[in-house]
T-cell receptor, first 117, second 112 residues
């Protein structure tokens, strides 16, 4: 079974631009989460989508947004890029949010390395 | 904030067992402990998870103390390819299905 795929793998943008990153989950997985990883802050949760709806959100400004399509693929968008947005952006998928508190493992993609100049 | 505390770094000799400790003293009764590892800024790789019983799979064993305030990940025969940052995570449960809150992890160096 193919893993989580993310495109593009590397991206260079300049301040003020906007960027869209794409994530395709593992087949059969309907939940997609996004994380930002920087040397200073580590891995931070951005948001999670399930059934085309945002289910959970971390503490990031409104410049960070996302969406999910009917085939479970997800995109995240960052508008008005800042130098501090340079990071590795990771996508993770799981079958579904675990409303019954049953463990449900997330599997990560390879990430998109975004550099803002 | 992360609910786990890990040593920032550890060394292990190749072929020996690597025992990575984690403290999670504020864990709630229905919160699972997960372990992931990350190699060279690739995406984190799932290793194992547990609630209160010890768990074993083809990669590692997870030992959780009876009071659930700490756990240990054991890599039985460490190889050079096990050099990575290991994250111990308590999955925070909320009414949206839970989320992973990563801490700083332990950087494990396996040496020849």
């Amino acid at each position: 079974k193919a893993g989580v795929t993310q495109t593009p793998r590397y991206l260079i943008k300049t301040r003020g631009q906007q960027v869209t990153l794409s994530c395709s989950p593992i087949s059969g997985h309907r939940s997609v989460s996004w994380y930002q990883q920087t040397p200073g802050q580590g891995l931070q949760f951005l948001f999670e989508y399930f059934s085309e709806t945002q289910r959970n959100k971390g503490n990031f400004p409104g410049r960070f947004s996302g969406r999910q399509f009917s085939n479970s693929r997800s995109e995240m968008n960052v508008s008005t890029l800042e130098l501090g947005d340079s990071a590795l952006y990771l996508c993770a998928s799981r079958r579904a949010p675990s409303l019954s508190h049953r463990a449900d493992t997330q599997y990560f993609g390879p990430g998109t390395r975004l550099t803002v100049l | 904030d992360a609910k786990t505390t890990q040593p920032p770094s550890m060394d292990c000799a190749e072929g020996r067992a690597a025992n990575l400790p984690c403290n999670h003293s504020t864990i709630s009764g229905n919160e699972y402990v997960y372990w992931y590892r990350q190699i060279h800024s690739q995406g984190p790789q799932y290793i194992i998870h547990g609630l209160k019983n010890n768990e074993t799979n083809e990669m590692a064993s997870l030992i959780i103390t009876e009071d659930r305030k700490s756990s240990t990940l054991i890599l039985p025969h460490a190889t050079l390819r096990d050099t990575a940052v290991y994250y111990c995570i308590v999955r925070v449960e909320d009414n949206q299905g839970g989320k992973l809150i990563f801490g700083q992890g332990t950087e494990l160096s396996v040496k020849p």
